[in-house]
């Protein structure tokens, strides 16, 4: 699988370079099939990667030509070895020949290797179960850190969902409480490594950097360092394993319970900017400002909105999102943003002397999320990358969002 995984790799490099000398006019999607087809023969190592991948590379690569032509995309680039995920597409799913062993595992079968187990982790529509409607139509082989992993593709007849009848809920994410609802509910988690893997991982980055010293400038690392950032990544992945199995547990949660999910619209690349500053211009608190930008790039905040986004739909729910200034600092039962409310991380404080409430600070700002939606301030997205790009040519004036548009309550933007 992995000689399999770097033919397809170079395949995808071989034809990018072919495809971006050739003239315009000669450029076809038969003649690019004719000049895979020839290399596979020219070239004995090629011959690894199997004619159907071979053809998925192919059909792969023009789809991403078309993604940039439509503007949802970049222009395909360079493979590179290391930087590059190692997979293989399997697109015939009658060669696949799913068996399944006992309730973990399962054999399957993949070309010119042979027959595989895997680990059942999911229904798959197999033996009987599998029909016109409802079949197994490909896979792709991927490794990771961990290891070699299967990912089957599914064709299936999904039934329209009915609209959710579900109370409406805001959402505030933050890094102390990782997400807190507007009904008083918190999700939090504890760390993703085990004290016995931080102190494994500390003394591998130790180990690493030990052995890096003592390399010269452009000499090749040794096998033993190559061994050591192995086993370092293989921590970080079973960590971001842990993180990503918690987020689906949690967004689940929260589309099957509430109809309407209110989040804010969050720049997270501005929150995490670097506060070094300038040689001129120093930055001020450097150091905790790099802390605070690993531990938000940690919690995924924009991963948990995009699997909202599907979770809800699927569901028959929706989501909105709407301003992100002040809902932090905003009292919710009186509206009012008074300097210094924000005593500490967890409690808030109003200090209007008409009202002095006092509460959960992560729970007020997720009840300001919901009454910013209630008042009609949802943000209406743009209709695509696409649309804006257009729109710059004629007019100059395209923005991001439609800006905030002011809705009468109980009208929604699907």
């Not at 690894?48 to 503007?71: H, I, R």
């Not at 070309?111 to 409607?133: C, I, M, S, Y």
């Not at 300097?339 to 992560?362: H, L, T």
């Not at 700002?365 to 009609?376: D, E, I, P, S």
Request: glycine share 8%; with cysteine.
């Amino acid at each position: 699988m992995d000689d399999q995984a770097h033919a397809a790799r170079a395949m995808w490099n071989c034809l990018h370079d072919w495809w971006t000398m050739l003239p315009k006019e000669k450029r076809s999607l038969a003649a690019a099939d004719a000049a895979i087809r020839q290399a596979r023969k020219d070239i004995d190592w090629l011959g690894a990667l199997p004619a159907q991948s071979a053809q998925a590379v192919l059909k792969t690569y023009f789809q991403a030509w078309k993604n940039c032509w439509d503007g949802r995309a970049g222009a395909p680039n360079f493979k590179g070895r290391f930087r590059t995920v190692m997979s293989v597409d399997v697109p015939q799913g009658r060669d696949l020949n799913i068996v399944r062993v006992h309730r973990r595992w399962g054999q399957v079968n993949i070309p010119k290797v042979g027959r595989v187990r895997f680990r059942w982790t999911k229904d798959l529509p197999v033996g009987k179960h599998a029909n016109a409607e409802n079949r197994i139509t490909g896979a792709r082989l991927i490794k990771d850190a961990l290891g070699w992993h299967i990912a089957f593709r599914v064709q299936t007849l999904e039934v329209k969902p009915r609209p959710h009848q579900g109370p409406e809920v805001g959402i505030d994410v933050g890094v102390t409480v990782p997400i807190a609802l507007s009904d008083g509910e918190t999700y939090e988690h504890g760390e993703w490594l085990t004290e016995r893997e931080k102190a494994k991982l500390l003394r591998l980055e130790q180990r690493a950097a030990q052995r890096k010293q003592y390399r010269k400038p452009g000499e090749r690392a040794s096998r033993r360092l190559h061994h050591t950032y192995d086993q370092i990544a293989g921590l970080r992945a079973k960590a971001k394993r842990r993180a990503l199995d918690w987020q689906h547990q949690t967004t689940t949660i929260i589309a099957r319970s509430y109809g309407t999910v209110v989040v804010e619209a969050l720049t997270i690349t501005n929150m995490v900017k670097s506060a070094r500053g300038t040689i001129e211009e120093p930055g001020r608190n450097v150091a905790q400002k790099s802390g605070l930008n690993r531990a938000i790039s940690g919690e995924a905040w924009g991963r948990t909105v995009t699997m909202l986004t599907y979770k809800t739909a699927r569901h028959g729910g929706t989501l909105h999102k709407v301003p992100a200034p002040h809902t932090s600092r905003r009292c919710s039962a009186c509206g009012f943003i008074t300097p210094g409310s924000r005593e500490s991380q967890a409690v808030f404080v109003c200090k209007n002397p008409d009202c002095g409430w006092s509460g959960n600070a992560d729970h007020n700002a997720a009840r300001n999320v919901l009454h910013l939606y209630r008042m009609g301030l949802a943000l209406v997205p743009a209709a695509g990358r696409a649309v804006v790009r257009r729109a710059k040519r004629v007019k100059p004036a395209a923005a991001r969002y439609a800006g905030i548009s002011l809705l009468q309550p109980g009208e929604h933007f699907n």
